[in-house]
């Protein structure tokens, strides 16, 4: 069966050092990749995408990695700060609807 | 822009009672979903519309939920008895709708429901 693994251990990271996040995948074939943040109480919030073809995007401090080979994508925020502090989801898409998998989430504390 | 609205936040019932929850996408999202989130867990699509047809209901327990959308808008997920698993939060998503897929789907803050 399908499924997407993350970290499920908190990141625990200093301000200002890079926090790497991993999602591995098995028994599928995603079209693209999306990372999303969840604060708590709150809906998840979009933040990149990637797509089959690229191996990496970068979007201000975010930058995300996509191997279809190793069915892994990386998660990077450099000059982590304690605002960044949240859940973060990343979520698989292969069909032309849009239907999204989600992993379960990895939460990221940034102390000062 | 007006994002994702849902109604209530909170509810606590029963098991066996009946709950319903309301969700109005962005204005001119023709796509909705509706997730289904257990503490701990990522969200879990339980139903997708687009316009007001059903693309995707597979993970939908339909001998007590029930979804609909009426004129591609609004939409209202109820669940008809509540068990005690069905404690968790319901989200509620919308996107643009263009074919293809791959399109940021914009979040409402969920509805947080507690079976006793």
């Known amino acids: 069966s399908q499924k997407i693994e993350q970290n499920s251990e908190a990141l625990n990271i200093q301000e200002g050092k890079t926090a790497t996040l991993t999602c591995n995948y098995t028994?599928?074939?995603?079209?693209?990749l999306q990372w999303y943040r969840q604060d708590p109480g709150r809906g998840p919030v979009f933040l990149l995408l990637i797509r089959e073809n690229e191996k990496e995007k970068r979007k201000e401090r975010l930058k995300v990695t996509f191997d279809t080979t190793l069915k892994q994508s990386l998660f990077h925020i450099t000059a982590s700060q304690p605002a960044d502090s949240a859940t973060y989801l990343c979520?698989?898409?292969?069909?032309?609807?849009?239907?999204?998998?989600f992993g379960a989430g990895t939460q990221v504390v940034v102390t000062p | 822009e007006a994002g994702v609205a849902q109604s209530p936040r909170y509810k606590i019932i029963e098991k066996r009672q009946s709950v319903a929850f309301w969700c109005n996408p962005i204005s001119g999202h023709a796509t909705l979903y509706w997730y289904q989130q257990i503490l701990g867990q990522g969200p879990k699509l339980l139903i997708q519309?687009?316009?007001?047809?059903?693309?995707?209901d597979s993970q939908l327990p339909k001998d007590r939920f029930s979804a609909e959308r009426l004129k591609g808008v609004d939409s209202t997920l109820k669940i008809q008895p509540a068990k005690l698993e069905d404690s968790a939060v319901y989200l509620c998503?919308?996107?643009?709708?263009?074919?293809?897929?791959?399109?940021?789907?914009?979040f409402g803050p969920g509805t947080r429901l507690l079976v006793l």
């Open positions: 998503a919308s996107s643009f709708g263009r074919t293809g897929g791959k399109e940021t789907q914009y």
């Open positions: 519309f687009q316009n007001n047809g059903v693309v995707d």
């Open positions: 028994n599928y074939s995603p079209a693209y």
């Open positions: 979520a698989l898409g292969s069909d032309s609807w849009g239907k999204l998998q």
